[in-house]
T-cell receptor
Framework: DGGITQSPKYLFRKEGQNVTLSCEQNLNHDAMYWYRQDPGQGLRLIYYSQIVNDFQKGDIAEGYSVSREKKESFPLTVTSAQKNPTAFYLC?????????FGQGTRLTVV | RKEVEQDPGPFNVPEGATVAFNCTYSNSASQSFFWYRQDCRKEPKLLMSVYSSGNEDGRFTAQLNRASQYISLLIRDSKLSDSATYLCVVNWAGTASKLTFGTGTRLQVTL
């Protein structure tokens, strides 16, 4: 079945550590996105990529980094520079109108 | 002013009721519009696109008012299973595939 997969589902990070969230899609979509969701704030765009080896900052890119070496993969690294990383992270891919989301990763800093 | 604004709710309605949500957007160059549904602690899923002439899908009707820069979602004959958060999503013209989400409106349908 085609779809978009995020892993892990839950992730715990110690302060000062970098962590990488995985996002893989087999939908053959060019565009991929990372969003962060906090209670009461909806989805905020972190980074997006419209083509392999190219990506753009979204509204809240500080403290995050991404890569797009393959069409299928768009990993997000949450660096120690991100001061408040605890959130629900959603990856999406899109071809035309509809965006398909992965099931999300809940990141908690302990 | 936020780019996309929604009333967060919650809207508490009895089964069978009709409920409507509005969403306003600030950029008049916005190109395309969508309603997504998000269940608690789950990912958003597309409910319906919103077309200029308005469109209907079963009990759901979406409308666009470009002059006033808002879109609406009407749900008729509400079901318990309609309980969720409804997200308004706007695609800006000129920024290709960048989607901007509203904060969502929570709907709770009760017996």
């Amino acid at each position: 079945d085609g779809g978009i997969t995020q892993s892990p589902k839950y992730l715990f990070r110690k302060e000062g550590q970098n962590v990488t969230l995985s996002c893989e899609q087999n939908l053959n979509h060019d565009a991929m996105y990372w969003y962060r969701q906090d209670p009461g704030q909806g989805l905020r765009l972190i980074y997006y990529s419209q083509i392999v080896n190219d990506f753009q900052k979204g509204d809240i890119a500080e403290g995050y980094s991404v890569s797009r070496e393959k069409k299928e993969s768009f990993p997000l690294t949450v660096t120690s520079a991100q001061k408040n990383p605890t959130a629900f992270y959603l990856c999406a891919s899109r071809k035309e109108a509809e965006a398909f989301f992965g099931q999300g990763t809940r990141l908690t800093v302990v | 002013r936020k780019e996309v604004e929604q009333d967060p709710g919650p809207f508490n309605v009895p089964e069978g009721a009709t409920v409507a949500f509005n969403c306003t957007y600030s950029n008049s160059a916005s190109q395309s519009f969508f309603w997504y549904r998000q269940d608690c602690r789950k990912e958003p899923k597309l409910l319906m696109s919103v077309y200029s002439s308005g469109n209907e899908d079963g009990r759901f009707t979406a409308q666009l008012n470009r002059a006033s820069q808002y879109i609406s979602l009407l749900i008729r004959d509400s079901k318990l299973s309609d309980s969720a958060t409804y997200l308004c999503v706007v695609n800006w013209a000129g920024t290709a595939s960048k989607l901007t989400f509203g904060t969502g409106t929570r709907l709770q349908v009760t017996l």
